[in-house]
């Protein structure tokens, strides 16, 4: 069936230090959205990619779709504690409409 | 403008109970989303209602689990008889279509202990 893989599972990462998260769909998406999860909380989105190619920031966070519209990125520069969570990819197949979440990639701060 | 709300928050009950969840979305959402979230995964979804009619339901284990969005506003969904492994949070979210952007928003969800 359709999958959209998310790596890494989890990131432990300094104060300071940047964060990435990659997705990569075994189809061609529509679009792809991303969400946030906080400890406790539930998804909250962030953005979505419709382009081929396009690219979009939110302060720190740089949001990247594919060429091919196969695969995406979220990257975080100089994390803070407020961006501790679960980052999750969301993947939109045209032919049925469906959302393919990928299973998400928990952002730690280290002590 | 109110977000989407879940009731109840917390449920506990033992295996071969019935259950239910609530869901209301955000007001003029024409589609609705019940999912389920293990922990430490993504959402998977059981069941989208597009108005009154439920679209996808591929994933919805029909012979315990069943959903009702009868006006095309508010829904229900029901577990009969509960199991051990339907311990989990059932999150409901809404979107409306028309603005071309699928944006979901999230209700705070329903944290089952089946026991």
């Known amino acids: 069936g359709q999958q959209v893989m998310q790596i890494p599972q989890y990131q432990h990462v300094q104060e300071g230090e940047d964060f990435t998260t990659y997705c990569n769909s075994s189809t061609t998406l529509s679009n792809i959205q991303w969400y946030k999860q906080r400890p406790g909380g539930h998804p909250v989105f962030l953005i979505q990619?419709?382009?081929s190619g396009e690219v979009k920031k939110q302060k720190r966070l740089t949001f990247q779709f594919g060429e091919a519209k196969k695969n995406s990125s979220l990257h975080i520069t100089a994390t803070q504690t407020t961006d501790v969570g679960t980052y999750f990819c969301?993947?939109?197949?045209?032919?049925?409409?469906?959302?393919?979440w990928g299973a998400g990639t928990k952002l730690i701060i280290k002590p | 403008e109110a977000g989407v709300v879940q009731s109840p928050r917390y449920k506990i009950i033992e295996k071969k109970q019935p259950v239910a969840f609530w869901c209301n979305p955000i007001s003029g959402h024409n589609t609705l989303y019940w999912y389920l979230q293990n922990l430490g995964q993504g959402p998977e979804l059981l069941i989208r209602?597009?108005?009154?009619?439920?679209?996808?339901d591929s994933q919805l284990p029909k012979d315990r689990f069943s959903a009702e969005r009868l006006k095309g506003v508010d829904s229900t969904l029901k577990i009969q008889p509960a199991e051990l492994g339907d311990s989990a949070v059932y999150l409901c979210a809404s979107s409306s279509t028309g603005t071309g952007v699928y944006e979901q928003y999230f209700g705070p969800g329903t944290r089952l202990t089946v026991t």
């Open positions: 969301a993947g939109l197949v045209r032919s049925n409409y469906q959302l393919i």
């Open positions: 990619l419709v382009k």
């Open positions: 209602y597009e108005n009154e009619e439920a679209v996808d």
